[in-house]
């Protein structure tokens, strides 16, 4: 996926789950995509949404499946019939070569964009064998599981770094994601950033989405 304006992408983690429906027609038309954070409690330390809450969402917005599991290709089927648009999973769940190839073309063949993601501790350099095979790559800005953590500040060299090696790459950020840190990933070439608290905490959600559109003009 070549690098193009700014994509902005809910993540429902902290969305009200008691009314996710209208949580999600809230941001529905100031966001571009909807998120999916599939949690499963063995490769990240909390658990949280399968494929039936994917499947039970009414939007117009691609539906963006962000698998931390340790066992994506077993997870693959099932997004892929909701249908999801993206699936990313990580790399540290999948760590040889073969296998990623693998899990990359049978996300593509079942109609969905490919990425992979990488933990704040895991190194670019460890996806070298595969980054210009993904569609994006998706740099965690906190460690995953949970919501409303406080933004790691060393991502901004790693998405600096990641951009001037892959100019044409998207970069997906998600992690501690507000309107302050939007602006600093954006200048150090995310084009994809996953807001989660910040946004379901505003009390105009487009205003806020519209914000941080206006900071990346």
């Known amino acids: 996926m070549k690098k193009t304006s700014l994509v902005l992408t809910a993540s429902i983690l902290s969305a009200d789950l008691a009314k996710l429906q209208e949580e999600v027609e809230s941001i529905a038309s100031a966001a571009d995509a909807v998120q999916i954070d599939v949690m499963d409690g063995h490769f990240v330390p909390n658990l949280s949404f399968g494929a039936p ?9 691609p539906l963006d499946a962000h698998l931390m599991v340790s066992n994506p290709a077993d997870r ?22 073969v296998a990623r190839r693998a899990l990359i073309a049978a996300i593509r063949k079942g109609g969905a964009t490919a990425g992979i993601a990488l933990n704040p501790g895991t190194p670019i350099d460890s996806i070298r064998d595969v980054v210009d095979d993904v569609d994006m790559v998706l740099l965690m800005s906190v460690e995953p599981g949970f919501g409303g953590q406080e933004f790691i500040g ?9 951009r001037r090696a892959h100019p044409g790459l998207s970069i997906q950020v998600d992690g501690g994601v507000s309107a302050e840190t939007a602006a600093e990933c954006i200048d150090a070439g995310a084009d994809n950033l996953v807001i989660g608290s910040a946004l379901f905490r505003a009390q105009n959600r487009r205003e806020f989405l519209e914000h941080i559109r206006d900071a990346a003009a």
């Not at 809450?53 to 917005?61: P, Q, R």
């Not at 060393?154 to 990641?162: E, F, G, Q, V, Y």
Request: glycine residues 0%; hydrophobic residues 50%.
């Open 76 to 97: 693959l089927e099932e997004f892929l019939k909701v249908p999801v648009q993206h699936i990313t999973f990580h790399a540290e769940a999948v760590p040889e070569t």
């Open 53 to 61: 809450v994917a499947a039970s969402l009414k939007t117009n917005l």
């Open 154 to 162: 060393s991502t901004i060299d790693k998405i600096r770094a990641l």
